[in-house]
């Protein structure tokens, strides 16, 4: 089973918003809304940011969006913040049978 | 608030096992779903395991099935991963982790433990 797409690397600097994608297939990413996104620092066990596509836990910032569109999922964040330096990951249910459920590579946000 | 704290890691021999805890406090643990997830070092995340919230319906990872064993009790608010036959591919900070909804499973991590390190060397 392979990971989902995520780019490896993105930027932006303050003030501006970016969009990390997330690319799987109908058997995951596209065939449910069970996708998540993941805020790891250094050092520190993951955050979650976004569930089911595009609700936000309490306590998270309006500044993170999510959303979906066929098999690739988006993160938007905007008005970048110099604390949102970090990896993030995104994970989605799958129908397969190996596991339940599958993550992206993890991608590197840096602000400028 | 939610707090999750995992104990047992360390450092084993390949074929070895390990027992991991993972003690829970802050909300009522017998009705949310746990998990186990793991992160190889330098590496991304990996879901390992799931428990329902009664302990009836348990799913792992394809390379940790017939390995691996969760398991819960309710009265002590702590959920365990059992680790037998451990090979050096299973060395990862291992996190326990509550399911976003009580009753059922999203697939999604609400709160994480610190997180309790595996390695897997002779």
């Known amino acids: 089973q392979s990971a989902l797409t995520q780019p490896a690397s993105v930027s932006g600097s303050p003030g501006q918003s970016i969009t990390i994608s997330c690319t799987g297939t109908?058997?995951?990413?596209?065939?449910?809304?069970?996708v998540s996104w993941y805020q790891q620092l250094p050092g520190k066990a993951p955050k979650l940011m976004i569930y089911?596509?595009?609700n936000r836990p309490s306590g998270v910032s309006n500044r993170f969006s999510g959303s979906k569109s066929g098999n690739t999922a988006s993160l938007t964040i905007s008005g970048l913040q110099a604390e949102d330096e970090a990896n993030y990951y995104c994970?989605?249910?799958?129908?397969?049978?190996?596991?339940?459920?599958?993550f992206g590579a993890g991608t590197k946000l840096t602000v400028l | 608030q939610v707090q999750l704290v995992e104990s047992g890691g360390g450092v084993v021999q390949p074929g070895r096992s390990l027992r991991l805890s993972c003690a829970a406090s802050?909300?009522?643990?017998?009705?949310?779903?746990m998990h186990w997830l793991r992160q190889a070092p330098g590496k991304g995340l990996e879901w390992v395991a799931h428990?329902?919230?009664?302990?009836?319906?348990?799913y792992y990872e394809d390379s940790v099935r017939g390995r691996f064993t969760i398991s819960r009790d309710n009265s002590k608010n702590t959920v365990y991963l059992q680790t037998n036959s451990l090979i050096p591919e299973d060395t990862a900070v291992y996190y326990c982790?509550?399911?976003?909804?009580?009753?059922?499973?999203?697939?999604?991590?609400?709160?994480w433990g610190q997180g309790t390190l595996v390695t897997v060397s002779s």
């Open positions: 982790a509550r399911d976003t909804h009580d009753f059922w499973t999203g697939y999604s991590f609400d709160n």
């Open positions: 802050g909300f009522t643990f017998s009705t949310y779903y």
């Open positions: 428990i329902s919230h009664d302990g009836n319906k348990k």
């Open positions: 109908s058997s995951d990413v596209g065939g449910y809304d069970y």
């Open positions: 089911e596509v595009r």
């Open positions: 994970s989605s249910y799958t129908s397969s049978t190996a596991l339940h459920v599958i």
